[in-house]
């Protein structure tokens, strides 16, 4: 069972620049949560305030049923040299082994890494290197590398960024699954489509929390352009935050 998870009053500047302010929500566990709104509007410096990857102000709190489970996460992109000899396998096992890669791969490991990849349609590629994939298969990489721990709790930051329609219905499967198996998905997400097929809860995120709910409510065609005339304000709104804290600072 995955966790739930509360923010309370989260708030994250970087220097005199706010990106988040006064977040409070509750992520219900046993669910799939989106989180959208525009470019910039802070969505990755939630996932990675939830991560504990970046400082913030408020409360994160991560409430797991019984003992601590796994987290998986799947960053926006994937950072390797692509020069490098690296095959996908050995991508997906660097993550698993305490050894360099020199060393004797663990058979299970191997299988593990094989059946991962299997999930996501790229079990075919396992030898090539990861410079030769294109960003849609990189991404599904990123995704399986995710999976190998069969994590309760997964972080996804636009996990189908680049992906064609094959990759994004093993994703959309992927998820159903999860939800099935109640496990928490916590994914930031730009396709408005996309998101109405998944049976989520969709959080709107532009510096502030602008709503929160079943994507069959949030997502409503009615209320599509309210959203997006809402994120055409929003700088004026981090303008007014960067002011109040100037003047603070003047003070
Ligand atoms: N480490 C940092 N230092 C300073 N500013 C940062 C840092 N990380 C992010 N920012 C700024 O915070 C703002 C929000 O960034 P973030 O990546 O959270 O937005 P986002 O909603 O995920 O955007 P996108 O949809 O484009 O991925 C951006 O204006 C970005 O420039």
């Known amino acids: 069972m995955g966790p739930s998870i509360s923010l309370n009053n989260v708030s994250l500047c970087y220097e005199n ?11 219900e566990a046993g669910q799939c949560h989106v989180i959208m709104g525009p470019n910039g509007g802070g969505k990755t410096s939630l996932l990675r ?14 409430h797991w049923s019984s ?4 987290v998986g996460y799947v960053p926006q992109k994937a950072t390797f040299e692509p020069s490098l000899p690296l095959t996908v396998l050995d991508f997906i096992l660097l993550n698993q082994s305490r050894y360099p890669l020199f060393f004797k791969t663990n058979k299970k490991h191997k299988e593990n890494a094989i059946e991962q990849l299997k999930r996501v349609g790229m079990a075919d590629r396992a030898l090539l290197r990861m410079g030769q994939l294109s960003g849609g298969e990189q991404q599904r990489v990123l995704f399986a590398q995710a999976l190998l721990d069969d994590p309760d709790l997964l972080i996804l930051d636009e996990p189908t960024n680049g992906m064609d329609d094959q990759g994004v219905r093993y994703f959309e499967s992927l998820i159903t699954e999860f939800v099935g198996e109640k496990k928490t998905i916590v994914v930031v997400h730009h396709d408005i489509s996309a998101v109405r097929r998944l049976d989520a809860q969709v959080h709107v995120v532009n510096g502030i929390l602008i709503e929160s709910g079943r994507a069959s409510e949030v997502l409503k065609a009615e209320k599509i352009e309210q959203l997006f005339s809402h994120y055409r304000h929003a700088p004026t709104q981090q303008t007014k935050i960067h002011s109040v804290n100037r003047k603070s600072e003047a003070a």
């Open 17 to 27: 620049n706010c990106i988040l302010t006064g977040i409070s929500t509750q992520l």
């Open 49 to 62: 305030s939830i991560l504990g990857l970046t400082p913030f102000n408020g409360e994160i709190n991560i």
């Open 67 to 70: 003992s601590k489970g796994k």
